[in-house]
């Protein structure tokens, strides 16, 4: 079988590069040249652990292959999979879909024989519907189903996501689409991986629908820490207290900054879009945006507080700038909030993040890059940080006290053992944690 994946982008050449580990006959296919060029070198465009290993081993097995040739790759192809880009359109918040009907329309084009056309990229309700007719309309004897099949890729974790993953869903109408997408996936089922089978509107809705409850779970703990602060109470524990009831779960409990990233942002937007678009009351969701769009504003002025009224020039050490770990994705990351709301205090800004640093001078600007923590920490009054790394985890308050000139340590993450600080004489502040004092 003849799986051809249109993007090379995050969600396609991950999801192509497992198809091709399955041991299919995979190509990637994309318009930018340079980027095919660069793959076709093993240079990956995107950080995710494991990922440049895997694209070297099938391309040297021969089932990975990248090209610009879009005609030959669909017409050769027994499953066509669209993993194109569906970024929040500028000015009214809706999913773009111009390079997904784009797309099509390049499918439509070029179909010879039976085909499923696949959305792996997340779009709203009725998107499947919309692909088809722009199909039939263009090639009206092509022969075809379209399938939605939402990824739920966690960044810095995409390939044991992919491999061994909670669910797969599958939006189709007919039995011989739901039989090609079945071989497919075949390995899964000898893992006894959930697969789902639904309609096509209800598996677009669920990409929505799991993000956005996601979002919400986030936004809820981020809140709960806040009341901790006020009544002196420990976030941890109650995070970890309601997450051991089962039918909560202790994942997204972990507050911190407000989330970021490529999916949260644009798909709680997209499905406020949707719900009001069809007069259907959203209105927990879109609390949630603007919630947490608020959260970063409020995170910064909480660090400026901290700092007291003497903060003009103060140094400020932040280590971690991506939107999460294990990942260069700078998307919606809480620093590009912040980092600017320090910055017109004239407070003096360091940062390091372990993978990040080239996207981050990409959109920061008069900021003091450092290549490492130690030189990040160098005769600083104060330590944030905003992504946990594991290598942060790890820091003790007599390494700090090498290269820090202040005892202020900002933890928006909760990345650092407390009690390793206790009478260290850094005064550490934690989210919805009690303060521990430097005495």
Same mark, same amino acid.
């Given at each position: 079988?003849?799986?051809?994946?249109?993007?090379?982008?995050?969600?396609?050449?991950?999801?192509?590069?497992?198809?091709?580990?399955?041991?299919?006959?995979?190509?990637?296919?994309?318009?930018?040249?340079?980027?095919?060029? /660069?793959?076709? %070198? +093993? !240079? @990956?465009?995107?950080?995710? $652990?494991?990922?440049?290993?895997? =694209?070297?081993? *099938?391309?040297?097995?021969?089932?990975?292959?990248?090209?610009?040739?879009?005609?030959?790759?669909?017409?050769?192809?027994?499953?066509?999979?669209?993993?194109?880009?569906?970024?929040?359109?500028?000015?009214?918040?809706?999913?773009?879909?111009?390079?997904?009907?784009?797309?099509?329309?390049?499918?439509?084009?070029?179909?010879?024989?039976?085909?499923?056309?696949?959305?792996?990229?997340?779009?709203?309700?009725?998107?499947? /519907?919309?692909? %088809? +007719? !722009? @199909?039939?309309?263009?090639? $009206?004897?092509?022969?075809?189903? =379209?399938?939605? *099949?939402?990824?739920?890729?966690?960044?810095?974790?995409?390939?044991?996501?992919?491999?061994?993953?909670?669910?797969?869903?599958?939006?189709?109408?007919?039995?011989?689409?739901?039989?090609?997408?079945?071989?497919?996936?075949?390995?899964?089922?000898?893992?006894?991986?959930?697969?789902?089978?639904?309609?096509?509107?209800?598996?677009?809705?669920?990409?929505?629908?799991?993000?956005?409850?996601?979002?919400?779970?986030?936004?809820?703990?981020?809140?709960?820490?806040?009341?901790?602060?006020?009544?002196?109470?420990?976030?941890?524990?109650?995070?970890?207290?309601?997450?051991?009831?089962?039918?909560?779960?202790?994942?997204?409990?972990?507050?911190?900054?407000?989330?970021?990233?490529?999916?949260?942002?644009?798909?709680?937007?997209?499905?406020?879009?949707?719900?009001?678009?069809?007069?259907?009351?959203?209105?927990?969701?879109?609390?949630?945006?603007?919630?947490?769009?608020?959260?970063?504003?409020?995170?910064?002025?909480?660090?400026?507080?901290?700092?007291?009224?003497?903060?003009?020039?103060?140094?400020?050490?932040?280590?971690?700038?991506?939107?999460?770990?294990?990942?260069?994705?700078?998307?919606?990351?809480?620093?590009?909030?912040?980092?600017?709301?320090?910055?017109?205090?004239?407070?003096?800004?360091?940062?390091?993040?372990?993978?990040?640093?080239?996207?981050?001078?990409?959109?920061?600007?008069?900021?003091?890059?450092?290549?490492?923590?130690?030189?990040?920490?160098?005769?600083?009054?104060?330590?944030?940080?905003?992504?946990?790394?594991?290598?942060?985890?790890?820091?003790?308050?007599?390494?700090?006290?090498?290269?820090?000139?202040?005892?202020?340590?900002?933890?928006?993450?909760?990345?650092?053992?407390?009690?390793?600080?206790?009478?260290?004489?850094?005064?550490?502040?934690?989210?919805?944690?009690?303060?521990?004092?430097?005495?």
């Amino acid at each position: 079988m003849k799986i051809t994946m249109l993007g090379t982008g995050y969600v396609g050449l991950v999801s192509g590069t497992c198809f091709s580990e399955f041991g299919f006959d995979v190509c990637c296919v994309d318009k930018n040249k340079e980027k095919i060029n /660069n793959l076709e %070198k +093993n !240079i @990956i465009p995107i950080y995710e $652990p494991g990922l440049e290993n895997l =694209v070297k081993k *099938n391309k040297d097995a021969n089932r990975l292959t990248f090209s610009i040739d879009i005609k030959k790759n669909i017409a050769d192809a027994d499953v066509v999979f669209i993993a194109v880009g569906t970024p929040a359109r500028r000015g009214d918040g809706h999913a773009d879909l111009s390079y997904i009907y784009e797309a099509a329309e390049e499918i439509a084009k070029n179909l010879i024989g039976y085909t499923v056309v696949v959305t792996k990229s997340t779009v709203p309700v009725g998107t499947g /519907n919309k692909i %088809k +007719n !722009i @199909i039939k309309k263009i090639n $009206p004897k092509a022969k075809f189903d =379209v399938v939605s *099949n939402p990824e739920f890729l966690r960044e810095g974790n995409a390939i044991e996501d992919f491999m061994r993953p909670d669910r797969v869903v599958v939006g189709c109408e007919t039995e011989k689409a739901k039989e090609v997408i079945s071989k497919i996936y075949k390995p899964l089922y000898l893992i006894e991986t959930p697969i789902f089978f639904t309609d096509l509107k209800t598996a677009e809705l669920i990409k929505y629908a799991a993000n956005a409850y996601l979002a919400v779970k986030i936004s809820y703990i981020n809140q709960m820490a806040d009341l901790c602060e006020k009544v002196g109470a420990d976030v941890h524990d109650v995070s970890k207290g309601i997450g051991l009831d089962k039918r909560i779960g202790s994942k997204f409990l972990h507050p911190g900054p407000g989330y970021g990233g490529s999916c949260f942002p644009k798909d709680t937007q997209a499905l406020v879009k949707t719900a009001n678009h069809y007069g259907s009351n959203i209105s927990i969701v879109e609390n949630v945006i603007n919630f947490n769009a608020q959260r970063k504003i409020d995170m910064a002025e909480k660090i400026i507080s901290i700092l007291g009224k003497n903060y003009t020039n103060k140094k400020v050490s932040i280590l971690g700038l991506a939107f999460k770990p294990e990942t260069d994705d700078m998307r919606e990351s809480p620093c590009l909030d912040i980092i600017p709301k320090l910055q017109e205090k004239n407070i003096q800004i360091s940062a390091f993040d372990p993978v990040a640093i080239d996207e981050a001078k990409k959109l920061l600007k008069n900021i003091q890059f450092a290549d490492s923590i130690e030189d990040c920490l160098n005769n600083s009054d104060a330590l944030v940080i905003l992504t946990e790394w594991n290598e942060f985890r790890s820091l003790s308050p007599e390494r700090l006290k090498q290269h820090m000139k202040g005892n202020i340590l900002i933890d928006l993450r909760n990345a650092l053992n407390p009690d390793s600080f206790f009478g260290s004489g850094f005064n550490l502040i934690q989210i919805g944690r009690p303060k521990h004092s430097s005495q």
